[in-house]
């Protein structure tokens, strides 16, 4: 008997919550993030146009506080169990892609609701990654070493000199003069010994 009404109980139980589950499921509201290739660039998901993997999707309350933070696959992503009040939506885009128009949204979700949030996507061209390359470190440069310069020496040029033939007076003048003189005294003495004896003798005479 005990266990027949345990088992009682417990159905009971099950019952109650399977009954509550669909009031409290249409209580809260739920949101759809895509993101699509915006290929004419109107802000507007149009036919055709494919949706783009990649990023992430953040939700957050009106207080910024953040709800869910769910990667974006190839399809659409349904957040669900939102408690309804205001939110904000996000969206940051995968490598190589950026939104067009805002990238957060806005919204007002009510009880049992589901709203659908399209990001339009266009495609930018990856920045040049820049390596860093080690600059060389700077080699010290010989210093010129100072050599002697030879020093010139001015030397004058032998100047040719014409030699003089200076003549040496010679004695012969000399010797021809003291001939001279010699021959005059002879005469004189030579006359002074004949006028002499003639003078004698014009002396004597009475």
């Known amino acids: 008997m005990r266990q027949l009404r345990t088992l009682g109980a417990l159905m009971l139980i099950v019952l109650t919550l399977l009954t509550a589950a669909p009031a409290v499921l249409a209580d809260t509201a739920a949101i759809s993030v895509a993101a699509y290739l915006d290929e004419n660039g109107n802000g507007k998901l149009d036919e055709g146009e494919p949706t783009v993997a990649g990023g992430e999707v953040t939700v957050a309350d009106m207080d910024g506080n953040m709800v869910a ?26 490598e190589g892609f950026a939104v067009v128009g805002q990238d957060q949204i806005l919204t007002v979700l009510s009880g049992g609701a589901t709203l659908n949030i399209n990001f339009g996507l266009t495609a930018v061209a990856a920045e040049p990654t820049i390596e860093e390359t080690e600059e060389p470190e700077p080699t010290a440069t010989p210093q010129p070493v100072a050599t002697a310069t030879p020093i010139k020496i001015a030397t004058s040029e ?10 040496a007076p010679t004695a012969a003048p000399a010797a021809e003069s003291q001939g001279g003189l010699a021959r005059v005294s002879g005469i004189l003495v030579a006359l002074v010994a004949l006028v002499l004896p003639l003078g004698v003798r014009m002396l004597r005479r009475p």
């Open 69 to 94: 933070l769910v990667p974006l696959g190839d399809t659409s992503l349904t957040i669900e169990q939102l408690d309804p009040g205001q939110y904000t939506v996000a969206l940051a885009p995968a």
């Open 158 to 167: 032998p100047t040719a000199t014409t030699a003089r033939a200076t003549v």
